[in-house]
């Protein structure tokens, strides 16, 4: 089978690197990928955005599926096009279309369908510049801290969590008037939960499900949890308060309604849900739906697949996913990011990266890499190098991979050492 992935991250190098694992692979093209997926397919110059072009080139090269590994495209309509197109709609789709992609292109709309399946979350309001005054006096009426989330994507950087009240109302009327763009025309005000998050990820085909295994990722920049929001640091699974009461719930409370739900309004979906999920008291509630893989906890999830990604995946976007079984790898992964210095505000590019050959006992997934014009192996953006390794423990996996990131060097290189320690205690 020919594939097409779409992407250019540490979640992409991760499902490229399993992809390739398959006997069934034919050719592996990746659009545009980057300097470490060349390992495992052909890198083609083209964005993912640019639906017109991913179309010529998947019938150019005689594309069977396309992956799509990032929101953008599946919010906008990637998969529609395709479906809708009488030379392209036989090319099997692994992502939603546009309609299913609401769950994470519109939080509004998130909120409104776990509303009407009764799907737990926090409680909330969506506020426009046509009922502000109702949104003021819904956020008297929260407790600090207070959560306002941009309706629309926003590179990540949609949600704000506000101590002050005085403070949240401005931020109210600032996302209103735009400080997002079009994204934050509407403001969804949430009810602040207090608990522990994880990531449960299900291949759909929107009827059956197959959950993968469970992660947990680490977003602030700090270690202990402090400082800016990054695209994430590094991630850990299983997740050790993700036991099998828990998940039970999870599957009876919140995957089964979400994929009832989406049939029962006639979304059409297949791909990755991820779940976003917050353990308030041993309950899971959602945080917010994605309707691809996170990043970078695919860099840990991927790893403990034992199946073949193809037959899966080629289930979701078929119908078939009840015929295929998931089997897991027992063992933990633990991800450590390597990111660049000054990461996640301005940081330098083209800093020469040496000792991955050094690397022994663990998985290097690229993520901002590039090859400079002597061939070099150079930075290239924030996010530079996810170090994967198993252990038997958590704590093991951990050691594993930071004796690895210890051997790969790079000018201003910064990593968390502490990847995982929140669930330590009984891990
Ligand atoms: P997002 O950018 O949508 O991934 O959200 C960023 C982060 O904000 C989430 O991962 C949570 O840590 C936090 N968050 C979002 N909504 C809530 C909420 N209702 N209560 C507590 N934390 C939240
Ligand atoms: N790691 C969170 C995300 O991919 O959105």
Known sequence: MNILLLGSGGRECAIAWKLSQSPRL???????????????????????MDFAAVGEFALAN????VVVGSEDPLVAGIVDHFKSDEQLCHVLMVGPSAAGAQLEGSKDFAKGFMLRHGIPTAQYLSVTHDNLTEGLRFLEQQQSPYVLKA?????????LIINDLDEAKRELSAMLDGKFG????????EQFL?????????????????????????????????GLNTGGMGSVSPVSFADEA??????????EPTIAGLQAEALPYCGFIFFGLINVGGDPLVIEYNVRMGDPETE???????????????????????????AIDPRYAVTVMMVSGGYPGSYPKGKVITGLNDVADSIVFHAGTALDSEGNLVTNGGRVLAVTSYGTTQAEALERSFQSVQ?????????RRDIGFDLMHNA
């Open 62 to 65: 005689a594309i069977d599926m």
């Open 194 to 226: 207090k608990g522990i998050e994880c990531s449960v990820f299900v291949v759909t085909d929107g009827k059956d499900y197959r959950l993968l295994p469970v992660a947990k990722d680490y977003k602030r920049i700090g270690e202990g949890d402090t």
């Open 407 to 415: 051997r790969i060097h790079f000018d201003g290189k910064y990593y």
């Open 151 to 159: 309706d629309g994507l926003a590179a990540g950087k949609g949600v």
């Open 300 to 326: 840990s999830v991927m790893p403990r697949l034992q199946s073949d990604l193809i037959d899966l995946l080629e289930a979701a976007a078929t119908g078939h996913v009840a015929d295929v079984e998931v």
């Open 246 to 255: 828990f998940m039970e719930k999870v599957r009876t409370r919140i995957i």
């Open 182 to 189: 079009k994204s934050s025309a509407t403001v969804v005000i």
């Open 26 to 48: 034919g050719e592996l093209f990746i659009a545009p990928g980057n300097a470490g997926m060349a390992l495992y397919g052909t890198l083609v110059p083209i964005k993912p």
